[in-house]
Nanobody, 120 residues
Framework: QVQLVESGGGLVQAGGSLRLSCAASGNIFSINVMGWYRQAPGKQRELVASMHSGGSTNYADSVKGRFTISRDNAKNTVYLQMNVLKPEDTAIYYC??????????????WGQGTQVTVSS
């Protein structure tokens, strides 16, 4: 019912920047949380950053000061500006839209993922 399409991944050298985009379509409620998660080989998927439709944000400690999440609610799009990239940022980055359990009409949707590779 909700589709998320990511774009902007690629190969970049350490210290470089990338900007990821995720456009949502379908049955989108106005109040939701959209976020970015990543999964590196051999590791669990982890939260990178998330943003409530009301504006509050949450970042992993490892990306604070380097990454910035933003969203355009009118376009149902969330962005992740990634600066000063490090090799340890290499992962598949996934977009997520969710309304937590306990909310009316919970939702949990994931994008297909986009590869980010940071070389030394």
């Amino acid at each position: 019912q909700v589709q998320l399409v990511e774009s902007g991944g690629g190969l970049v050298q350490a210290g470089g920047s990338l900007r990821l985009s995720c456009a949502a379509s379908g049955n989108i409620f106005s109040i939701n949380v959209m976020g970015w998660y990543r999964q590196a080989p051999g590791k669990q998927r982890e939260l990178v950053a998330s943003m409530h439709s009301g504006g509050s944000t949450n970042y992993a400690d490892s990306v604070k000061g380097r990454f910035t999440i933003s969203r355009d609610n009118a376009k149902n799009t969330v962005y992740l500006q990634m600066n000063v990239l490090k090799p340890e940022d290499t992962a598949i980055y996934y977009c997520r839209l969710y309304r937590p359990p306990g909310w009316e009409t919970p939702q949990n949707y994931w994008g297909q993922g986009t590869q980010v590779t940071v070389s030394s």
